[in-house]
């Protein structure tokens, strides 16, 4: 039977929308907002990592030029913290003590770019030479600043009342039964390594408008941010508002990535300044505040072990890690090892697993949830723990694998942390990734990068994610005067597409063209409630919803078109924008159909797909490289991916999900580096020393997917945002160690592996 994919339906490589505002130059950001009467706000920052202080004097700056307001600790009293609520259960039952986030700080600074006061003035540069002139007198104190050192004996406590650096432990496994199954092994495999602290680094740095309605009592906040309703939340929290005492519109937003879903402390700030002028307030951050204040990703050291049966069997894995949480608890920054954990055995059928996992604290930037958001760390801990195995049995890194999958016979298959897997074909996409990126013929390529005196290496990594978590994002449509079609629904784009990907559920329901569906989000007075844009859960959640909506909105429109008609209602087609009697030239268009309608909610259509558990896309990724020995430099010189997504909504949306993943992965393998000096000053604070992956960097990625539906989906998708990232960082990774153990020897390099770091461990490793 051949399958005809819709014109605009799900399957369809539908072209995004967005494009043409956004390559014109007429995308609109918060920065591009300016409300009459606009201030401007600046945030002084503290200029050391840990400091007693006090404000000897604000007179100056409250005297300056244009300066119309200067705001300090003692000024927000009022408001709450920034608190953090997924603080998981530890070993006793107990939830460990949070360390929040002040607005301002009062006495005390933890990090180099802590708050500690805000100016506001006609102008941010005016507002800045200002702030400059605020006296601040710091009584500055040894830092804690590296996550290996933070438990020793000796290192600066961060929080001194709390007796150690120590933020929380958790435990998630069998100990006795791993112990047994260590015992009993042949072989006992052990690693440790860096998983390397990243910034996130989008293309819009944040900014925040504040504005006090006084007709309505009642604030408005415009951000870019992955999803309005939890701005509303936690914001109206702070305030002990309503949440009705709240609007949050969000624009267009340049990329998000997990760290604009977080609430910051100048949005309160520029709420709290409008308040008081009965002005507009605008901060706008620039990239230096990016890279000290907006909330980083993965830092953590992991040791892990794997026991294995005479055949290279796995029996048992113990994982110990250390997740550094900087200086604050941020908003996820706790679940986010706690859910990165709860994946560690992987695509593999592992009988026992022990892992532990203590939370530090030091006087560094907070870190919470990047992309993947603990998937990216889990997947790279596994993938490098399977390789060292088959080094150490001298088996190839394929047949480990393979002798090791969970066999698609044993689904659903229940993790030995809880996950509940319900589909997957393993050793299929594996097989089909060998094939593709010419495995076999991978000697025959090494011999000739030998004849041009270089080395050159091959590595893979099979992994699983879990995303689109259990919950609902219910959607509402709604046929317009013009014939149009609009949806709300409340999550929110960051660039992803979702203006296309949701018009084409819309499309496939009503038969209409997809210019004719307009999509609107991003804004809490059109929404009651959402739940943003996070855990690859739009399209698994929100799209099932639309697609209902469409559905119910389909068959309205219908009924009152069979009504207009003088006909049944299952005789009635729509296309292009009119319903029809089936078989005849007798229609109405969607625009008389609306005038039609004696009740408003007729036009209405609602849809609500509740998920009960995650997805589990998984995927296998090749990398190939090939490495200058003079000079460290690795050149990607083939790339291949096949996943396994479930169902394909647009196939262009998402090799471009996929493709942005796998860049950022390899960032973090080869150039991303966030380094902290022992004085707690950030070293890495601009594109000047902090490396960002750039285009010229990678190859042609040969994309495909090798899709099983997944069972736990309506309409068997499985989430997708995230997977490049987790399956590219142990694949380049796996790649460039197999380069250097092939030529000399070299088992293991930290990440990112730079050039200087490659030169430097084949000139320690040539003598031998």
Known sequence: MTVVTPKFGMGASVLRREDQ?????EGRYTDDISPAGLLHGYVLRAPVAKASFTIASTEAARAASGVHLVLTGADLTHLGKLKSGVMQRQPDGTRAPTRDIPILCSDRVNYVGDAV????????????????????????????????????????????????????????????????????????????????????????????????????????????????????????????????????????????????????????????AARRLGRPVKWAGDRTEHFLTDA????????????????????????????????????????????????????????????????????TCPVDAYRGAGRPEAAFLLEKLVDACAHDLGLPVEEIRRRNFIKPEQFPYRTQTGRLYDTGEFEGHMNRAIEQAEWKAFPKRLEQSKAGGKIRGIGMATYIEACAFPGSEPAFVELNGDGTVTLKIGTQTNGQGHATAYAQFLSEKLNLDIDKI??????????????????????PLGGVSASRAGEDLANKIKRIAADELEASAGDIELSDGVARIVGTDRTIDFASIAKAARNPDDLKGFGEFVQDECTYPN?????????????????????????????TVNPILLAGQVHGGVVQGIGQALTEDTVYGEDGQLLTASFMDYAMPRADNFPFFHFETRNVPSTTNALGIKGAGEAGTIGATPAALNAVTDALWRAYGIRHIEMPATPARIWAAIQEASPA
Not at 21 to 25: C, D, L, P, S, T
Not at 622 to 632: H, K, L, S, Y
């Open 21 to 25: 505002a956004f390559i014109k130059g």
């Open 619 to 647: 995927g296998t990724h090749i990398c190939e490289v090939e490495i200058d020995p003079d000079t460290g430099t690795t050149d990607i010189v083939r790339y291949t991916i096949v996943d396994d997504f479930g169902v």
């Open 518 to 539: 307009h999509v609107r989000q991003g804004d809490t007075d059109e929404l009651k409630d959402g739940g943003g844009t996070g855990g690859s859960r739009s399209i």
């Open 296 to 363: 980083q990703g993965r830092d953590n050291i992991v040791k892990a072990e794997m026991a294995l049966d005479k055949d290279g069997r796995f029996l048992g894995m113990k994982v110990d890690l250390l997740a550094n949480m900087g200086a604050y608890v941020s908003q996820y920054g706790p679940f986010i090892p706690y859910v990165g954990v709860t994946m560690s055995t992987g695509v593999y059928d592992i009988g026992a697993l022990d892992v532990s996992v203590t939370g530090l604290y030091t006087n």
């Open 117 to 272: 006061a805000f100016v506001v003035a006609d102008s941010r540069a005016l507002a800045q030479d200002a702030a400059e002139m605020i006296e601040v007198d710091y009584d500055s104190e040894d830092a804690a600043s590296g996550t290996a050192t933070a438990l020793d004996e000796g290192t600066p406590l961060v929080w001194p009342e709390l007796g150690s650096n120590r933020a929380f432990t958790y435990h998630i496994g069998d100990k006795a039964r791993t112990a047994a199954a260590f015992a009993k092994a042949a072989q006992i495999t052990r690693i440790e390594f860096v998983n390397n602290r990243l910034v996130c680094n989008y293309m819009e740095p944040r900014s925040a408008i504040g504005e006090w309605n006084v007709d309505e009592n009642r604030f408005v906040l415009t951000t870019g941010s992955q999803g309005v309703h939890s701005m509303q939340y936690i914001i109206a929290d702070l305030f002990k508002i309503k949440k009705s005492e709240l609007r949050v519109m969000t624009p267009d937003v340049g990329g998000g990535f997990g760290p604009k879903s977080f609430v910051y402390r100048e949005y309160p700030l520029v709420l709290e």
